[in-house]
């Protein structure tokens, strides 16, 4: 059975740091692309970050330079770091997974919430 599990999140003040980690089961994430989502109260879903098969990353330009995604392919481990954060940037986040590339994400976590305090 496919899971992922979130963990890390918690409250910071701004400038602060946070390293939120997802534990997959049930499939190796070697094999799937991986993301991180978050979405704010009355704000619609958007993609945070995203790791490709090969390793290659992308991130959305509002965290870009701030966010890291990285994986632990032996823990089947996802990672976010997230650096110098702003209080834009509470929201509940989310990792997710999917077989293929030009898909929609298949499987999703329950969240993780990150509070940052101005």
């Known amino acids: 059975q496919v899971q992922l599990v979130e963990s890390g999140g918690g409250s910071v003040q701004a400038g602060g740091s946070l390293t939120l980690s997802c534990i997959a089961t049930?499939?190796?994430?070697?094999?799937?692309?991986m993301g991180w989502f978050r979405q704010a109260p009355g704000k619609k879903r958007e993609g945070v970050a995203e790791?490709?098969?090969?390793?290659?990353?992308s991130y959305a330009g509002s965290v870009k330079g701030r966010f890291t995604i990285s994986k632990d392919n032996a823990k089947n481990t996802l990672y976010l770091q997230m650096n110098s954060l702003k209080p834009e940037d509470t929201a509940m986040y989310y990792c997710?997974?999917?077989?293929?590339?030009?898909?929609?994400?298949?499987?999703w976590g329950q969240g993780t919430q990150v509070t940052v305090s101005s």
């Open positions: 997710a997974s999917k077989r293929l590339q030009w898909t929609a994400y298949t499987y």
């Open positions: 049930g499939f190796d994430i070697d094999t799937y692309y």
């Open positions: 790791i490709m098969l090969d390793g290659s990353t």
